[in-house]
């Protein structure tokens, strides 16, 4: 490791500078590291961590410094100038502090896991490299390792912190959306939930006759059910609509592996039972169904009612629809379409601003893994994941269920309309006749309103309601 003793008398008060200008960063919510360079005596630029505000991944307190130096000189090699930083310079950091040809690099505290001044490498030690700045560390270390504890301690305390393998979509995001005036619950802890928080709706009483559990698919998120949603609060009914992991104000993976039929079914049976959720009436439509339609046999005691809407039980044992195919194959060739759009040509009643809210949870290709893995995931053969727990259920609906069920089918759907529908009554035991909406298409919630209540009356007698 370099020396952790100030070999220049003036190396504590520089250290000070810096540390002023790492405290300024952390009040803006960036990490907080500083950066001053002094040549002469003086100080000739300051620098502070400043990844998020600019959207730049090399704006480092280092480079930031750096750079307004180069500048103030006119010159980007610093020959003659010291560099003092709070915190162990990084590879990146390391590479531009040699290409300016410093004489020397202060640093504060030690990096363990990324610092290349000695920590994790020295780049600053290789005999191959034609110009030598000398490194010293441990300047004014514990008051800046102090600052790092201070700024990352109650964001690692904090019961929602967000894993380095996923994005979370900026609150901002879902301001001001139409119809949706909602805040979010989260939950990160469960069993099989990997850290990832997930963002769930829980609206109206715990202790409400009726429990609507709304499951929403690919690529909606619970905005899809804003029609419905306060037809049954209004009635005294409690809403509880998840985001699936990936999409809406969940987190969201950045792999597309991470996604799995068994993974998403196994969240949500632990997400039912944290919530103890009773008197139950799923509702289901597109891969809310494809995962929804498996839960209830795991305990049926907890539901009442069935409300399900144009999706499919994938048990392998039936080929896929082609309009489901011919879907599937539009999102392997064109990853990036816009969601929107594709509510926008379904829905041309929807408002602009309405189309523009299903949008608002991908904000780029990022964010957008789950869209790319969720058309692959539907169980096509036997033997792929999630198709033998679906053959099981087709058994439990057909020969155990005991509650009620309403089916409402939006005829003009060309994915999972009235052909895969027709099929999945069969399944579905003393399941009356189907309501046809001819004028609806694969977001059947798109018309919740009617059907909400079409709902209510189906599922209570008029003294309930």
């Not at 000070?16 to 100080?43: C, H, I, S, T, Y």
């Not at 201070?150 to 879902?174: K, V």
């Not at 209830?296 to 039980?313: D, E, F, K, S, W």
């Not at 792929?384 to 089916?407: N, P, V």
Request: proline share 9%.
């Amino acid at each position: 490791m370099p020396s952790a003793l100030p070999t220049d008398p003036r190396d504590e008060a520089f250290m000070q500078l810096a540390l002023e200008q790492a405290r300024a960063a952390g009040e803006r919510g960036e990490v907080p590291v500083g950066a001053v360079v002094v040549r002469d005596g003086q100080v000739i630029a300051t620098g502070a961590n400043a990844p998020l505000a600019t959207h730049d991944p090399t704006a480092h307190a280092e480079i930031v410094a750096l750079r307004a130096a180069a500048r103030q000189l006119g010159n980007y090699r610093l020959e003659g100038c010291t560099l003092y930083v709070t915190l162990e310079p990084c590879a990146m950091c390391s590479g531009a502090l040699l290409h300016a040809r410093l004489d020397r690099v202060v640093f504060g505290a030690a990096e363990p896991r990324t610092g290349a001044a000695g920590s994790v490498t020295d780049l600053f030690a290789l005999p191959q490299i034609n110009h030598h700045t000398r490194i010293e560390g441990g300047v004014l270390a514990d008051a800046s390792a102090a600052l790092l504890r201070g700024f990352f301690q109650p964001r690692r305390a904090t019961a929602e912190p967000l894993r380095d393998d996923a994005l979370r979509t900026p609150d901002a995001a879902f301001a001001g959306l139409p119809g949706f005036p909602w805040q979010a619950r989260h939950v990160q802890d469960l069993p099989s939930q990997n850290g990832w928080r997930m963002a769930y709706l829980d609206e109206g009483p715990a202790d409400a006759p009726v429990t609507w559990l709304c499951l929403h698919g690919n690529p909606a998120w619970s905005y899809l059910y804003r029609h419905m949603i306060p037809v049954w609060t209004a009635a005294g009914h409690r809403v509880v609509a998840p985001d699936l992991i990936g999409f809406g104000r969940s987190d969201k993976p950045k792999k597309p592996s991470a996604h799995t039929f068994s993974f998403h079914r196994q969240v949500l049976l632990e997400f039912i039972e944290r919530l103890d959720l009773q008197r139950v009436v799923l509702v289901v439509q597109d891969w809310g169904g494809i995962l929804g339609l498996t839960l209830p046999m795991a305990a049926p005691q907890r539901y009442q009612g069935l409300l399900v809407m144009n999706t499919l039980l994938a048990t392998g044992a039936e080929p896929l629809s082609p309009g489901f195919l011919a879907w599937r194959q539009m999102c392997a060739e064109r990853p990036d379409y816009s969601v929107s759009r594709l509510f926008a040509r379904g829905n041309p009643h929807l408002t602009e601003a309405e189309c523009a809210a299903y949008d608002a949870p991908f904000p780029d290709r990022g964010h957008r893994a789950a869209l790319r893995a969720f058309p692959a995931l539907v169980p096509e053969h036997p033997q792929d994941d999630g198709a033998a727990i679906s053959r099981q259920a087709a058994t439990f609906w057909s020969e155990q269920w005991q509650g009620r069920s309403l089916m409402v089918i939006g005829q003009a759907d060309p994915v999972l309309g009235e052909p895969v529908m027709r099929k999945l009554h069969t399944c579905i035991r003393n399941c009356p006749p189907p309501v046809w909406l001819g004028q609806a298409g694969h977001f059947v919630q798109e018309h919740g309103g009617p059907v909400a209540r079409q709902a209510l009356a189906h599922f209570l007698p008029p003294s309930s309601t």
